[in-house]
């Protein structure tokens, strides 16, 4: 029976052989890595990579789905919410890090994910991923753009990025109603050592109000974190090098929340 897409995890399932041959060749998988597939469907790009790969780890929550898939030969199946998975503990029970991560991610939770991940990128040797395109040109954005904001600022202080492949909709199964594209992420190898907590939230003030200039919105917040220095507040968030952020949570340091002395 064929098995029926559901909306309530955001299936899209790719059919398109083309398609998927052009992604492994990107992914390059080689015997010996230690890969893990996030929702890997009715298994398009699966079976490819479990015939380069000795041992294939897929995380799939779709019950029926992943019965199915304990079904074929050399898969270790996790059976859950990706959002729910340790990472850095799974990477140990397959042998160790790194471990190469893949997937067609779910257009309603990718965000959410690739932050998820962002908490075990010291694991993770690289990353492929086929996403909503507009979301590929928030993460790769470059300063001074209009796709420039959070999500750029976070994954650019970590991850060199590119985007590798552009997926139209006549490749999936239902189609969705939004072009896809397939970015590569590799951990820098020297990132800012920085409080990762204060990073989040200075840049989400800075965001928070796109069309302000920073001394609305930032400065405030800057001082109720004690935060002492010179900075052009007469910018736009968008404005901002990613530079200029480290810089600025290098100089909060900690944050203070309430109440703190």
């Given amino acids: 029976m064929k098995h029926v897409a559901r909306k309530r995890f955001g299936q899209h399932f790719l059919v398109d052989p083309g398609v998927i041959a052009d992604i492994v060749q990107c992914i390059e998988p080689k015997r010996q890595d230690r890969m ?10 699966t079976s490819p990579l479990s015939q380069a790969l000795e041992r294939l780890c897929v995380i799939e929550l779709d019950r029926d789905l992943a019965t199915k898939l304990r079904a074929r030969p050399n898969l270790e199946v996790v059976e859950s919410d990706v959002l729910r998975v340790n990472f850095t503990d799974l990477a140990h029970q397959l042998g160790g890090s790194p471990i190469r991560v893949v997937g067609n991610l779910p257009y309603n939770i990718s965000t ?42 976070m994954l650019q202080w970590r991850y060199d990025m590119e985007k590798v492949l552009d997926v139209g909709v006549e490749a999936f199964d239902p189609p969705p109603r ?84």
């Fill in 36 to 45: 893990v597939e996030i929702g890997p469907g009715l298994a398009a790009i």
């Fill in 178 to 261: 939004v072009l896809s594209a397939v970015v590569r992420m590799r951990p820098k190898k020297n990132p800012t050592l920085l409080n990762v907590n204060t990073l989040s939230m200075l840049v989400q003030v800075a965001f928070s109000q796109r069309r302000k200039i920073l001394r609305h919105t930032l400065e405030p917040w800057l001082a109720s974190q004690g935060w002492e220095g010179e900075f052009d507040f007469q910018q736009r968030a968008q404005e901002v090098s990613l530079e200029d952020f480290e810089g600025l949570a290098l100089g909060v340091g900690d944050l203070k929340v309430f109440g703190d002395s």
């Fill in 112 to 153: 959410p994910i690739l932050f998820h991940l962002l908490d075990h990128v010291d694991v993770i040797e690289d990353q492929h991923f086929m996403l909503q395109k507009e979301v590929v040109e928030r993460m790769t954005a470059k300063v001074n753009s209009s796709d420039y904001g959070r999500l750029s600022v």
